[in-house]
């Protein structure tokens, strides 16, 4: 299980068993389109139990999320990235 503050504070955890919770309302892209993010449905891939990606699909595009990590802890999420 991965864990770590949301840019709100709040504590943020991962697993298969508890998948991540996405971003609420909207996000914006790398290419500037506004995500409503409740409203999509999302898939997410792992690497061995590390969540790594989260995919959305807005508007026929598919945009998706890479979380990073060092060792077994989470470092880093990336934008919304157009595919």
Request: glycine letters at 8%.
């Amino acid at each position: 299980m991965s864990a770590f503050l949301d840019e709100n504070g709040e504590l943020i955890t991962a697993s298969k068993k508890n998948p991540f919770p996405v971003d609420s309302g909207t996000s914006k892209a790398d290419d500037g389109v506004i995500l409503p993010l409740e409203s999509l449905a999302k898939s997410f891939g792992y690497t061995g139990d590390n969540l790594t990606t989260i995919t959305v699909s807005h508007n026929g595009e598919t945009y998706v999320k890479t979380l990073t990590y060092t060792g077994d802890k989470l470092t880093a999420t990336s934008v919304w990235v157009k595919q």
